[in-house]
C-alpha cells in the first residue's frame, strides 16, 4: 500500500495510493478484490467500513440459494438456455444475462474450491432443486448461511493473499478528472478525530450492496445501508430502480418467516396502541377458514409479494399485513402458540389438498403451530431462540419488508457502469429485471466481480495522476464534506437515530410494495428539503458521524429512487413484480376496497429499461427509457474465438 500525506486547511489528510480498489466486503466485494489479486493486479485495496457487516455475511433464510447451471444427472443444460431464463424476468440487458450463465460455473466451482460447503452426491454431483423462476433445477445452498459461507471463505483466500485491506473507512465520494474516476473519499471511522482519507485510483468496483438503508421495514441486516447515492451523485445511471422483491419478515431479529413458518399455519394477530388484539385474517375472510388457511401454507413457498398474487391469491396475506401495519398503525405479530380461528383441534382437513397432504406426509396433522414448527422443524425453532426470541412463549412482530432491490446501476458487458473507470458488482448493480430466479443474487454478484476484475486487470487505466491534479480534483469534495461534518457536529444533541426513523418510515409507508402516486410526491419532496438542508437539521456526536453520513446518502437515494417511481407511474407504468401501484380505474384486491385497487401490467413492457439520471446540483433526476440490450447468440467457431483470444484484448 503505497501512503503519503497532504495538509489541507491545517490538517493532515492521508493519501493512499493503488491500481484499483473494490469498496465492500460482501460477496461481491471479496470476489472482485481476489480475482483482481489474480488476474495480475497485485496491490489492489479493499476498501470496507466493516469487515462484517452488510447482507451477504449477516443474513440468510431456511434453505438460502445459490443459483448455478445445472451439471448433474442427465440434466440438459447450456448457457444459452440458462442465459433465456434470465432473459425472460423481463428488463434484463441480454448481454448481462448471458454473461451471467456462461460464468456460472466457474464462480460457483471457485467457491467450492474455496471451501464453501455446496452438497454433492456419493458420486460427487452437485445436485440441484427447482427454485422460483428456474427451468432446470439449478438451485444449490449451504443451508440458511449459504451467503455468510461464501464471505467467510472469500475472506480467508483475501487475507492468504496478503491483499491489502483498509477497514473501518466509509467511502462517501467518488472523485473524478474530467468524466472518468480518479479516486474516492473516506472517512476513517475509526480515528478519534474521524479523519478523511484519500485514495487515489482510476479503477473502483462499487460493491457497497443494496441500498438498504432507505427502508424502515426491511429485512435487510441492520448493519447493511448500502451507498448508492455517491454513485449517483457521481454520475452513474440507474436501470430498472422500481424493481424490488418484498415479502413478510420478522422485524426482531430480522428473518423471512417463509417455508415452514408458514407451513404449520400460525395464528396473525395485530394490536393496536391500547394493546386490544385482533386475530385480522379471521375478521378478513369470515367463516371461509379453508381458503384463508391455505393462503397461508402456501405462503410458505410463495415468499415474494407478487402483484399476480394479490387479487385473490397468497399474496392477499402480505395485504392484509400491511393494512394492519401501515393503514391501521398496529403492530403485526405471529402466535405460533394457539391455532388460528380458535380452532381447538387442528386437523389438516382444513386445509386444501396441497396443504392437508403436505402436513399429513410430515406427520404433523396435529397439535398447536409450534408443535408441528417443532416436529417438522425444529432448527427452525432454535433459530429464534438463539436470536432470544421464544417461540413456545412469545409472538414474533412480522411487517411486509424490503428485502432485494433487482435494479441498480446500469452497468455494460463487463459490469462498468456510465462512468469510466467505475465498476459495479453484486447487489448495488442492477442487473435483473422485474423477476429473477431464486439464488441468481448470489450468482450475479460473483460473475460481476470476476467480470470487472478481469476488464481493470486487461484493460484498466494503470497511469498515476500527479498529486496536484489529483487534488485538484479531491478538493470540492473534502470541502464540502468537511463542512457538512462540521455542521453536523456543531449542534450537540444527537437526532440521527429519529431522523433515520422519520425518513425511514415515510419510504415504507409510499415508496415500498405499495405504491401511491400522491405519497410518493409528497416523500420525495420531503427527502430533497432534507438532503439540500442536511448540514442545518442533522445533528451528531463525532462518533456518530459515520451514521450521519450513511443517512445522508439515504436521503440521496430516496430522491433517486422515488423520482424512478413517479416516473414509472407518469408514464402509465402498471403493477408488476413484487410492486402494486394503485390506480382508481383498477380491481381491489378480494375484500379490500380501493384502496388497494390496482392494475396488472398484463404484458410486462419487459422489452424496455428505464433510465435514472441524477444531477447532484439541482436533485433534478432525469429518467429515460431504452431498448434492453439483445441475448447475444453465444458459442461460434473456435479457432475464429480461439485467434480472437490470443490477439490481447479483443474479448474485451
Ligand atoms: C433475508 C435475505 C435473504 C436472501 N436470500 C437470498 C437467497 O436465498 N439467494 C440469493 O441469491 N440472494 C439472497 N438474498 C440477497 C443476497 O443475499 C444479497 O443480494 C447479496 O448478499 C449482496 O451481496 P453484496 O456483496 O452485493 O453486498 P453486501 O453483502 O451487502 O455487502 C456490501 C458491503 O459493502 C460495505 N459498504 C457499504 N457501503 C460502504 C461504504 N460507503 N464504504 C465502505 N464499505 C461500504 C458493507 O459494509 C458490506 O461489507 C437475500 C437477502 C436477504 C436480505
Not at 631 to 641: C, M
Request: glycine share 10%; proline share 3%.
Amino acid at each position: 500500500m503505497k501512503e503519503s500525506t497532504i495538509t489541507y486547511n491545517n490538517k493532515k489528510i492521508r493519501i493512499i495510493t493503488a491500481p484499483a480498489a473494490v469498496v465492500g466486503s460482501g460477496a461481491a466485494g471479496f470476489c472482485a478484490a481476489l480475482r483482481l489479486h489474480e488476474y495480475g493486479v497485485k496491490d489492489a485495496l479493499l476498501v470496507t467500513d466493516g469487515m462484517k457487516r452488510g447482507t451477504s455475511r449477516n443474513t440468510g433464510s431456511d434453505k438460502q440459494t445459490y443459483y448455478k447451471m445445472n451439471i448433474s444427472g442427465n440434466a440438459a443444460d447450456c448457457p444459452a438456455e440458462m442465459a433465456k431464463d434470465f432473459f425472460s424476468g423481463g428488463c434484463v440487458d441480454g448481454d448481462n444475462a448471458y454473461a451471467e450463465a456462461a460464468n456460472s460455473l466457474k464462480c460457483f466451482l471457485k467457491l467450492c474450491e474455496l471451501g464453501v460447503p455446496f452438497p454433492t452426491n456419493r458420486l460427487g454431483e452437485y445436485i440441484g432443486y427447482q427454485t422460483d423462476h428456474d427451468t432446470r433445477a439449478r438451485a444449490t445452498s449451504a443451508g440458511p448461511l449459504t451467503s455468510k459461507f461464501m464471505t467467510e471463505a472469500l475472506e480467508a483466500a483475501v487475507l492468504k493473499e496478503n491483499i491489502d485491506i483498509l477497514d473501518g473507512s466509509l467511502v462517501v465520494s467518488i472523485i473524478k478528472a474530467g468524466e472518468k474516476v480518479c479516486g474516492l473519499l473516506a472517512l476513517d471511522t475509526r480515528s478519534l478525530d474521524k479523519e478523511f482519507i484519500l485514495i487515489k485510483t482510476n479503477n473502483v468496483v462499487w460493491a457497497t450492496g443494496g441500498p438498504a438503508g432507505m427502508y424502515a421495514d426491511s429485512v435487510y441486516p441492520v448493519s447493511q445501508c448500502g451507498m448508492s447515492g455517491a454513485a449517483f451523485e457521481a454520475g452513474a445511471e440507474g436501470k430498472n430502480l422500481t424493481e424490488w422483491q418484498y415479502g413478510l419478515a420478522s422485524v426482531n431479529p430480522r428473518w423471512n418467516v417463509s417455508g415452514t413458518y408458514m407451513q404449520v399455519i400460525p395464528r396473525f394477530v395485530s394490536v393496536d396502541s391500547e394493546g386490544k388484539e385482533y386475530e385480522f385474517l379471521a375478521e378478513h375472510f369470515g367463516s371461509d377458514i379453508k381458503r384463508a388457511l391455505s393462503l397461508v401454507f402456501r405462503k410458505g413457498y410463495q415468499w415474494p409479494f407478487d402483484c399476480k398474487k394479490a387479487l385473490t391469491g397468497s399474496s392477499l396475506i402480505d395485504l392484509l399485513v400491511y393494512r394492519e401495519k401501515v393503514l391501521r398503525g398496529r403492530k403485526v405479530y405471529l402466535d405460533f402458540r394457539k391455532n388460528p380461528f380458535g380452532i381447538e383441534s387442528f386437523s389438516a382437513s382444513i386445509l386444501d389438498d396441497e396443504g392437508r397432504d403436505y402436513l399429513v406426509s410430515a406427520k404433523a396433522d396435529f397439535g398447536t403451530p409450534i408443535e408441528r414448527l417443532r416436529h417438522m422443524n425444529d432448527p427452525a425453532y432454535q433459530l429464534y431462540l438463539e436470536k432470544g426470541v421464544d417461540l413456545e412463549k412469545e409472538m414474533l412482530e412480522i411487517s411486509l419488508s424490503a428485502q432485494h432491490n433487482n435494479g441498480g446501476i446500469d452497468v455494460d458487458l463487463w459490469w462498468q457502469t456510465s462512468v469510466p473507470g467505475l465498476f459495479a458488482a453484486g447487489e448495488v448493480a442492477g442487473t435483473h429485471g422485474i423477476v429473477r430466479p431464486g439464488g441468481s443474487a448470489l450468482n450475479a454478484g460473483q460473475v460481476g466481480g470476476t467480470r470487472a476484475a478481469q476488464y481493470i486487470a486487461r484493460r484498466g487505466d494503470f497511469t498515476e495522476p500527479g498529486d496536484e491534479e489529483f487534488l485538484s480534483a479531491a478538493e470540492k469534495h473534502i470541502e464540502k464534506f468537511s463542512e457538512l461534518c462540521e455542521a453536523i457536529t456543531s449542534k450537540g444533541e444527537s437526532n440521527i437515530r429519529s431522523l433515520r426513523a422519520e425518513i425511514t418510515d415515510r419510504m415504507s409507508m409510499s415508496g415500498a410494495a405499495i405504491r401511491n402516486a400522491e405519497k410518493i410526491k409528497v416523500t420525495l419532496s420531503s427527502a430533497k428539503e432534507t438532503l439540500v438542508k442536511f448540514g442545518e437539521i442533522a445533528s451528531a456526536e463525532k462518533n456518530e458521524l459515520a451514521d450521519a453520513l450513511r443517512l445522508r446518502d439515504t436521503l440521496a437515494c430516496q430522491v433517486v429512487y422515488l423520482s424512478s417511481m413517479l416516473d414509472y407511474i407518469e408514464k402509465g407504468g402498471k403493477s408488476r413484480g413484487s410492486s402494486l401501484y394503485t390506480s382508481e380505474n383498477g380491481t381491489a384486491p378480494e375484500g379490500l376496497g380501493d384502496v388497494f385497487a390496482f392494475e396488472l401490467d398484463e404484458d410486462l413492457i419487459g422489452d424496455r429499461v428505464q433510465t435514472v439520471k441524477l444531477d447532484p446540483d439541482t436533485l433534478e433526476v432525469i429518467c429515460g427509457e431504452r431498448n434492453v440490450r439483445p441475448l447475444p447468440e453465444g458459442g461460434g467457431f473456435f479457432e475464429n474465438e480461439w485467434k480472437r483470444y490470443r490477439e490481447d484484448g479483443n474479448v474485451y
